[in-house]
């Protein structure tokens, strides 16, 4: 893929080469923000695009709607009316979830620390003020997902800031889990929740894989300086995502993970929610 330049003359061909590798592209304006509608399509008059949330009409020659303009279709990128957004551009963008992307947007140093700690190494493409990691996989966008970090994959865009370095990683269940909002709770009978059954050895992993993945969802519980109660759900759906259907979680293992909810606040009763909601979102 083209490097990119912060010459705007070289946006388009930066668009061009993006597009002939399948990821679709679209032009930013001044504050890293996409080009204002039209007039026929202001206050989205025109119904919008197809691959909207709500599915319109629209075919406006324009980049209009946002990440919805993204395309592949280089008739579309060197039209003239695109032509003359580029020349205005002052950066690329590209929809990494019609790429089947997702970026983990890394907004500060701390930001960097948990991913290091916490995801699964994959390609990294320094930022502004931070960095973005691209994992292979298209999965729903959030904002704020915890303290500097966003999710950027379908119906969003980020800025396109080169190919960056490492070996792209499959989508982990861990970064699924961060945009999962925990249910309602289901309040069960009884406050004690007893670990799976089946005890003993993870079949598909080793002891120790599975010991550093609960330091690792201790770690995470701890370090949460807001929305904690979130924090401790998506932290119990992702150790249950890996390891809720091999048996190997021991009720020592749940009870080192309800200590660091306690630890942060938590009451047994929401642990127990918690812990209950991510079974039952997943199936267990």
Not at 111 to 120: D, G, Q, Y
Not at 173 to 178: C, N, P, Q, S, W
Request: aromatic fraction near 6%.
């Amino acid at each position: 893929m083209t490097q990119p330049t912060d010459i705007r003359a070289e946006h388009l061909p930066t668009a061009l080469s993006l597009a002939a590798s399948g990821v679709p592209v679209m032009p930013l304006r001044a504050g890293k923000v996409p080009f204002g509608n039209c007039r026929r399509c202001a206050d989205n008059a025109c119904g919008g695009r197809p691959n909207m949330k709500s599915p319109g009409p629209c075919t406006c020659p324009q980049p209009c709607h946002g990440w919805a303009a993204a395309t592949t279709e280089t008739d579309v990128i060197n039209s003239p009316t695109w032509v003359r957004a580029w020349r205005d551009a002052a950066a690329v963008a590209y929809h990494p979830g019609g790429a089947g992307l997702t970026v983990v947007d890394l907004d500060n140093p701390a930001a960097i620390a948990w991913a290091r700690t916490s995801l699964p190494a994959t390609r990294t493409v320094p930022t502004t003020r931070g960095e973005h990691w691209l994992y292979q996989g298209a999965m729903q966008s959030a904002n704020a997902v915890r303290p500097g970090v966003d999710i950027k994959s379908s119906m969003q865009y980020a800025r396109w800031l080169g190919p960056g370095t490492g070996t792209m990683a499959e989508l982990p269940d861990v970064v699924r889990a961060l945009v999962v909002r925990e249910p309602r709770a289901v309040r069960p009978a009884a406050v004690a929740v007893p670990a799976l059954a089946g005890g003993g050895e993870c079949p598909h992993r080793t002891p120790a894989y599975l010991e550093r993945g609960i330091a690792m969802a201790e770690q995470h519980i701890t370090e949460a300086r807001e929305a904690v109660h979130a924090t401790v759900y998506r932290t119990f759906l992702a150790v249950l995502s890996t390891h809720g259907r091999c048996g190997c979680l021991t009720d020592a293992h749940v009870a080192r993970l309800f200590a660091a909810a306690r630890a942060k606040g938590e009451s047994p009763r929401h642990c127990t929610d918690a812990w209950t909601n991510a079974r039952t979102r997943l199936g267990l």
